[in-house]
């Protein structure tokens, strides 16, 4: 019986998971998005608000407090070994959500996977930036083909 054990193992060895959902993290803050299987989205979420948790709170902590800054700047460091993801989670994505008390991340399911039937699911960023692609200026010969 499992009472009272709330991790879910995947499959996985303790150091196989939590590599893996140090890179699935550092993802989903870089991209803002990612595709995955539907339990480790569950995962997934836990960890991730974790973090835009306590990077939420380096917005609270006044100047005069450096050391506590730093002390949730660590702590984030131990997840992401990413320097510039830990940079635009504290600087980007913790701000975004400022006002809001949790559910920093939402996941959509997609259906089943062919190769194995896994339940895919999309997770991402409650408020991210969408980027917008503009259409390509038209070259000659677009523009010659208009012009007849």
Known sequence: ?????????LGRSHAHRKAMFENMVTSLFDHERIITT????KELKIVSEKLITKAKKNIIIPDSEPEKKLHNKKEVFKVIKNKDVVKKLFDDIAPRFKDRKGGYTRMY?????????????????????????????????ESKKKAK
Request: glycine residues 6%.
């Open 109 to 141: 399911l997609l259906g089943k996977r062919d190769g194995d039937a896994a339940e895919m699911a999309v997770v991402e960023l409650v408020e991210r930036k969408v980027k917008v692609v503009e259409p390509k200026a038209d070259t000659k010969k």
């Open 1 to 9: 019986m499992r009472h009272k054990n709330k991790v879910r193992i």
């Open 38 to 41: 539907k339990e480790k989205g």
